[in-house]
Nanobody, 127 residues
Framework: QVQLVESGGGLVQAGGSLRLSCAASGLTFSSYAMGWFRQAPGKEREFVAVISRSGASTYYADSVKGRFTISRDNAKNTVYLQMNSLIPEDTAVYYC????????????????????WGQGTRVTVSS
């Protein structure tokens, strides 16, 4: 049984930082590209960041580029999202997701290609 469990969300003031973690179990973690998505109240889910199986390749949404950093530790089956310089527009429920992929340095942006999703962790940024 595959499980993705996010943690690290919370309430933070604008300009602050949070580090989200997503612990995976029940799958061969190193065979999956890992992505972070978010859904703000009343809005569609949107892509935030993705990291390849190897960790060598990453890609970010323009809205978070330069502020967020995605990383992974394949030995710990965990993917992280370091969020700095947070703004109120970053308020959302953040989800991690896993997409099977053959090439170690490739990644996937399309949410429909992700097989597994976590339950989400809420991030609230106050102004």
């Amino acid at each position: 049984q595959v499980q993705l469990v996010e943690s690290g969300g919370g309430l933070v003031q604008a300009g602050g930082s949070l580090r989200l973690s997503c612990a995976a179990s029940g799958l061969t973690f190193s065979s999956y590209a890992m992505g972070w998505f978010r859904q703000a109240p009343g809005k569609e889910r949107e892509f935030v960041a993705v990291i390849s199986r190897s960790g060598a390749s990453t890609y970010y949404a323009d809205s978070v580029k330069g502020r967020f950093t995605i990383s992974r530790d394949n030995a710990k089956n965990t993917v992280y999202l370091q969020m700095n310089s947070l703004i109120p527009e970053d308020t959302a429920v953040y989800y991690c997701a896993a997409a099977p992929i053959y090439y170690p340095d490739a990644y996937i942006l399309d949410a429909s290609s992700y097989d597994y999703w976590g339950q989400g962790t809420r991030v609230t940024v106050s102004s």
